[in-house]
């Protein structure tokens, strides 16, 4: 959606072949996709108790009830993606299931700046 300009580099080529920018979104669509799965083995600060929980129960709790939601509504495009992509309506809403990765970018920052704070 940033790069229609680049429009070119994201549909395949005469000859079958991928465009680089289709390559490279396919690769940070994977990264998302193996943070989900690190998240639910990654452990946490309890702020009420001060504690690191290591449980992996508690761990997947948390991480349902603090953003998984989003993050796999903004990894749902690539699943749906291959199965939908004739559907224009469906395409611009793919399209903007996308935009949800910008969430977790926003997060990741604030996640940096708590970390140089303390």
Not at 43 to 67: C, V, W
Not at 79 to 105: A, D, E, H, M
Request: proline share 3%; charged share 20%; aromatic share 14%.
């Amino acid at each position: 959606m940033a790069f229609e300009r680049f429009g070119c580099m994201f549909e395949k080529q005469k000859d079958g072949s991928r465009g680089e920018m289709q390559i490279f979104d396919g690769f940070v669509d994977g990264m998302y996709i193996v943070d989900i799965i690190i998240r639910f083995f990654s452990t946490y600060m309890d702020t009420r108790l001060g504690d690191e929980i290591y449980k992996p129960s508690l761990i997947a709790q948390h991480y349902f009830k603090n953003g998984f939601i989003w993050d796999f509504l903004s990894v749902v495009p690539v699943l749906v993606n291959p199965l939908l992509s004739g559907n224009p309506t469906i395409s611009i809403l793919i399209q903007l299931l996308q935009t949800l990765k910008l969430l977790r970018v926003f997060r990741i920052g604030r996640l940096i700046a708590t970390m140089n704070a303390s």
